[in-house]
Nanobody, 129 residues
Framework: QVQLVESGGGLVQAGGSLRLSCAAS????????MAWFRQAPGKEREFVAA????????LYADSVKGRFAISRDNAKNTVYLQMNSLKPEDTAVYYC??????????????????????WGQGTQVTVSS
């Protein structure tokens, strides 16, 4: 089993930055694809970004492209989401997810929540205007 714990959320003004971390335990996730999703109040969970096991492939939702960056440190069993130029519409609970199938074949597949087997509890990000 893989346990995922997110951290780094908080309250920030529009235009600011935050870096989220997702620490994995229970098993190394070196060979896992990792992703970030988010869910705003009253909305469905949506894909934010994903990274392949080696970090060579990344995917981003159009809404965050150019502002967010996903990265991983396999030595630390940790994945990060650097969020810059934050907007009020980025306000949501952000979830980390892991899939033992470590490759990202396509955006259609890599952005699907059903692909990911393990999920964290989420961290709240609030962007004030």
């Amino acid at each position: 089993q893989v346990q995922l714990v997110e951290s780094g959320g908080g309250l920030v003004q529009a235009g600011g930055s935050l870096r989220l971390s997702c620490a994995a335990s229970g098993r190394t996730v070196t060979n896992y694809a990792m992703a970030w999703f988010r869910q705003a109040p009253g909305k469905e969970r949506e894909f934010v970004a994903a990274i392949s096991w080696g970090g060579s492939s990344t995917l981003y939702a159009d809404s965050v492209k150019g502002r967010f960056a996903i990265s991983r440190d396999n030595a630390k069993n940790t994945v990060y989401l650097q969020m810059n130029s934050l907007k009020p519409e980025d306000t949501a609970v952000y979830y980390c997810a892991a899939d033992r199938r470590g490759t990202l074949i396509s955006y259609a597949r890599g952005s699907q929540a059903g692909k990911y087997e393990y999920w964290g509890q989420g961290t709240q990000v609030t962007v004030s205007s």
